[in-house]
């Protein structure tokens, strides 16, 4: 939810008034598919949560994941500009699908059709994180 009430105070107080930014694209769009990049997110915290044994493990598996994903997305440099299989290594991370979506639809404008990629990526990955999460969790349960 944090990045909702980011976006939406990013959008209101800073792109457009500061930097006088146009939003080009359809905000209910971008809203629909950041719920569905909390969920993948979420779904990578809870799955993060059930595999690690306490509160120390998971700080530093989170860091073990989270700092790679940042440097991998294509939030501070262009996937273009990395090599062959960091750009193939990127495509297992939610946030390179958001970055890329989020880019499209606010700034360029595009549609559904043009973004459609991005958001089975996040919804796939979503998906499988938050199965494997309930795997885990109903495995160690009954044991």
Not at 27 to 36: D, S
Not at 120 to 131: K, M, Q, R
Request: hydrophobic share 60%; aromatic share 14%; net charge positive.
């Amino acid at each position: 939810m944090l990045v909702l009430g980011l976006s939406s105070l990013s959008f209101l107080l800073v792109l457009k008034p500061a930097f006088h930014v146009p939003i080009r694209g359809s905000l209910l769009l971008f809203y629909t598919v950041a719920a569905l990049y909390v969920f993948a997110m979420t779904s990578m915290g809870i799955a993060i949560a059930v595999v690690a044994r306490n509160l120390a493990q998971a700080m530093m598996i989170m860091l073990l994941i989270l700092q790679p994903m940042v440097f991998l997305s294509g939030a501070w440099n262009p996937p273009e500009a990395m090599s062959r299989w960091m750009r193939g290594l990127s495509f297992v991370s939610p946030m390179r699908y958001f970055i890329d979506f989020g880019y499209g639809v606010i700034l360029k404008g595009n549609g559904v059709a043009l973004v459609a990629w991005d958001i089975a990526g996040i919804l796939i990955l979503g998906c499988l994180l938050f199965s494997f999460s309930l795997w885990w969790f109903r495995r160690s349960v009954a044991r």
